[in-house]
């Protein structure tokens, strides 16, 4: 099983209610924002680095975070890009 399928497999079973694959560019930037549903990322390739409530985290393959629903965030693309599986559930 790929690495993205057991990502999916993981959201589901954690009762996110929409799970999906997502692809950016190379430095693609997502300015602040925030979503009215927790939200949990696994990087499946490439590396993205999350600015969230003061500290700075960079996800890499394999690494997962997750945001709360209400909480501004900007994210930062690698030079790579990146892919990675996206999992939504409503609060």
Request: charged share 25%; no cysteine.
């Amino acid at each position: 099983m790929e690495l993205s399928e057991r990502f999916i497999q993981k959201l589901e079973s954690e009762g996110f209610d929409s799970v999906y694959e997502w692809q950016d560019a190379p430095d693609t930037v997502h300015t602040e924002h925030s979503h009215e549903y927790d939200t949990a990322i696994y990087v499946t390739d490439g590396e993205i680095t999350f600015a969230l409530q003061g500290k700075t985290k960079v996800v890499a393959a394999g690494q997962r975070i997750d945001i709360p629903a209400g909480v501004p965030y900007t994210a930062t693309v690698g030079a790579a890009g990146a892919i990675y599986i996206v999992g939504e559930k409503n609060v």
